[in-house]
């Protein structure tokens, strides 16, 4: 049953959530400042695998944002009531995971106090200065869109900048996988089809968050969510869930079938130690099996069933994420074709990386800002979803 | 509500305070205190002979100017032998002692910077000692210079 | 307190940041505008010039496995020196052994950054620090570089470096720190100057011969000759970049 007053959290808890979300991104950084004092010299990585920890954390975190407004625009897009409600909460976790990922990407720059020249010099050939448009763009867009969602003379236009949002999503996801599926000298990554599978990742990775954060934001707030409206995006995180494991098996069957990604996959698939565990532990059982059973099974699930499910969805993310683009530069470039190479340049040797403790101590600095953001949005602007936030007739079934 | 004048009490304390930043202040920075001046001034030695490329006040508010436009050139034209040339800065401002622009507060650069509180990017890339022998100073295009930096 | 040249300085400081954001896109033009009527005004005798194509060309036949006079030398030169460990430590060229898989010849070549004609370096660069000069030398401009390591992903030959650690004792004629990325940069401060990069030099010095550097665009250079000559290839030609380093005996 829903109460019909919503008990504001405790004062106490609120600041405990904001002070550990500040420390944590304190801590963050703190580790982006020796890394840029000090050089990247303090981190695992190296002139083999220069894209590492922070940029697992941080293309998650983008990607997440992308695919969390997902829910929103289900609602506006779509006219699905039940999403138009999430549509607020959609749109701030979009902007704070978003702020979160680019904070950790320009921090792990090695000069990042060089980001006024990427704001200002611009190589349009280029898949990130296009990025550098699209995000802000996008900051603009979903702050425009909450704005109609917020103000009630702009409530008509709501549709419309849900539209944008929608577009403006798969353009900035689409540049996004692009940012790989441009690279023509790595086997991970020639591929056309990274564009597409990046935004069916976001789908499923960005309602998995969603739903993580409603979960927590209802129990904090003494709320229950309908069992209805649970099943309907549980059911929904299955579905993205299963699609995003179609488009990785497409990915791995298709070079598979070309004898010259033989090696590749072999790396990548069975020879490749803790990348080839946290693929299949990682991302295919934990990440994409497990939950989508536990979204579709028909026997009772607890009220946690959800949220745990996307508690996995998250963890198999991270390690896609990690395989993808750590064993992408471990595995080592085909520069002679048909010889073996060995130099100290560890030419024809696989890379090995350890990553350090600044490099996931920024990554999660990340989403300590994303965190902090979130909280203290959700708490300034009484973004928890309401469901009696609609104007129509339609209102959920709330039977027990 | 309506605001409340300040007490003399409180006048007083403010007075106090900004008297001690001030006094504060005037120890802070490496500054000279030569010919008795009320202005402190960066205490850099500047040991090369001969004129730089325009008067030094021209020079304190255009170089960074010069250096950029001219970099661009370098770099990506490849124009060499050009008048502003860092590395001829260096050769000609460098300490006659350590041989370099950077190092101490006294040094050509870094006592300007540390002064105005300006970081001074160069130096992280491009060496900040002299390897050549000090010249007097390219008199050429001074005049050309000085015009394109009244612009 | 008359107003000093660096009060002056400080205000008209603070006047342009506070105009930045209407500038943006003007900042953005300016370089190209600025470098177009300069590349017009200059002597073209004084800058680099379009109508050569500098590149190398490498006789693996004579290269001796576990040589390493080209790579010494340009460690010299390029003040590579660093004590970080090997991983970490940026190579602008290193020896590549190699062997045959199917018929198990073994050869020798050294390997640096190609200086393609269509540099996929060149493409992905947000800044556009990394870029290619008119006379076809690839490089780095370490002003507008921001590390963030895309041309290094980029690169089919592994040619860029990213610096880990702070450098000092740089060679002046060769500026590199911190946080840019690097590569080979054919010696251009050399070039420049009319000699030959020091991978060339030291090898042409100790007598082995088999790195030749010219003009491939003047069918009477030498390096132009030996490839009409003597079959070279280039590395990952499929990948269609066109690279300006050639290779003989592979």
């Known amino acids: 049953m829903r109460a019909s007053r919503f008990p504001r959290i405790e004062q106490r808890v609120f600041w405990l959530l904001v002070a550990a979300g500040a420390l944590l991104t304190a801590a963050g950084l703190g580790a982006a400042h020796r890394i840029e004092e000090r050089g990247h010299a303090v981190t695992g990585m190296s002139n083999q695998v220069v894209w590492g920890v922070p940029h697992v954390f941080a293309i998650f975190l983008i990607v997440a944002a992308s695919g969390v407004l997902n829910v929103a625009s289900i609602g506006s897009v779509f006219g699905k009531p039940v999403y138009k409600a999430r549509a607020p909460l959609s749109g701030l976790l979009s902007l704070a995971m978003l702020a979160g990922g680019l904070m950790v990407l320009m921090l792990d720059l090695g000069r990042p106090e060089r980001v006024v020249v990427a704001a200002t010099h611009f190589n349009f050939r280029s898949v990130f200065a296009w990025n550098v448009f699209l995000y802000s763009g996008m900051f603009a867009i979903v702050t425009a869109y909450l704005w109609t969602m917020m103000e009630r003379r702009m409530t008509p236009y709501s549709k419309l900048a849900g539209l944008a949002a929608f577009f403006w999503r798969f353009v900035l996801t689409t540049g996004t996988g692009s940012i790989f599926g441009f690279l023509v000298a790595r086997q991970a990554y020639q591929s056309a089809l990274l564009a597409p599978m990046f935004i069916v990742l976001s789908f499923g990775w960005g309602l998995a968050v969603f739903l993580i954060v409603q979960s927590f934001i209802y129990a904090w707030n003494g709320m229950r969510l309908p069992p209805a409206v649970q099943t309907r995006m549980a059911r929904l995180l299955g579905v993205f869930v299963l699609a995003s494991l179609y488009f990785v098996a497409i990915y791995h069957l298709t070079n598979l079938y070309w004898a010259r990604q033989h090696a590749f996959e072999r790396f990548i698939l069975l020879d490749g130690g803790t990348l080839t565990w946290l693929f299949w532990s990682g991302y295919v059982v934990v990440g994409s099996v497990l939950p989508a059973a536990v979204l579709f099974s028909p026997l009772p699930r607890g009220r946690r069933a959800a949220v745990v499910a996307s508690g996995m969805v998250v963890i198999g993310a991270f390690a896609q994420l990690y395989v993808f683009i750590v064993g992408g530069q471990a595995f080592p470039l085909e520069i002679f074709p048909g010889f073996s190479a060995s130099s100290e340049f560890f030419d024809g040797a696989i890379a090995s990386y350890v990553p350090k403790l600044p490099e996931f101590v920024l990554g999660l600095g990340g989403i300590g800002a994303a965190f902090l953001l979130t909280a203290i949005g959700v708490r300034a602007l009484h973004f928890v979803p309401e469901d009696d936030f609609l104007t129509g007739p339609t209102t959920p079934a709330t039977q027990d | ?151 | 307190m008359s107003p000093t040249p660096n009060d002056t300085a400080i205000a008209l400081r603070r006047a342009l940041i506070g105009a930045g954001a209407a500038a943006l896109a003007g900042i953005a033009l300016a370089p190209g505008i600025r470098l177009i009527e300069v590349a017009q005004a200059r002597d073209p005798k004084r800058v680099a010039s379009g109508e050569v194509r500098w590149g190398l060309l490498i006789d693996t036949t004579q290269c001796e496995p576990g040589c390493r006079d080209c790579i010494d030398a340009c460690a010299r030169e390029n003040a590579l020196d660093t004590p970080i460990d090997n991983a970490q430590r940026p190579h602008w060229i290193r020896k590549v052994e190699l062997k045959e898989i199917r018929t198990g010849r073994a050869a020798s070549a050294p390997v640096m950054c190609q200086h393609c004609a269509d540099p996929p370096c060149v493409d992905v660069c947000p800044t556009g620090a990394s870029f290619k000069r008119n006379d076809g030398i690839v490089l780095v401009d370490r002003h507008s570089c921001i590390g963030c390591r895309y041309c290094v992903m980029a690169c089919p030959y592994k040619a860029r470096s990213f610096v880990h650690e702070p450098v000092t004792n740089q060679n002046p004629d060769v500026p590199r720190g911190k946080g840019c990325v690097e590569g080979c940069t054919l010696c251009v401060h050399r070039v420049d100057r009319g000699q030959t990069p020091a991978c060339v030099d030291a090898c042409a010095a100790a007598g082995h011969g088999a790195m030749t550097f010219g003009d491939l665009n003047n069918p009477d250079s030498e390096i132009a000759r030996r490839i009409r000559a003597v079959a070279s290839s280039q590395l990952r030609a499929d990948l269609g970049l066109d690279p300006g380093v050639r290779y003989q005996g592979l």
């Open chain 2, 1 to 151: 509500m309506a605001r409340s004048s300040p007490t003399h009490a409180a006048t007083a304390q403010r007075i106090t305070l900004a008297a001690l930043l001030c006094l504060g202040g005037m120890f802070w920075p490496p500054v000279s205190r030569a010919g008795g001046e009320r202005t402190p001034l960066p205490a850099i030695l500047v040991e090369g002979g001969g004129h730089c490329l325009a008067p030094a006040g021209e020079m304190r508010r255009r170089h960074p100017d010069m250096l950029k436009h001219q970099r661009d050139r370098t770099v990506h034209l490849g124009e060499r032998g050009t008048t502003v040339n860092l590395k001829e800065c260096v050769a000609c401002h460098a300490s006659r002692t350590t041989g370099s622009v950077i190092g101490s507060d006294q040094a050509f650069c870094q006592g300007c910077h540390t002064y105005a509180a300006v970081q001074l990017d160069c130096f992280e890339c491009h060496s900040p000692k002299r390897t050549t022998a000090a010249t007097s100073g390219p008199a050429a295009n001074t005049i050309a210079i000085s015009a394109r930096a009244k612009r």
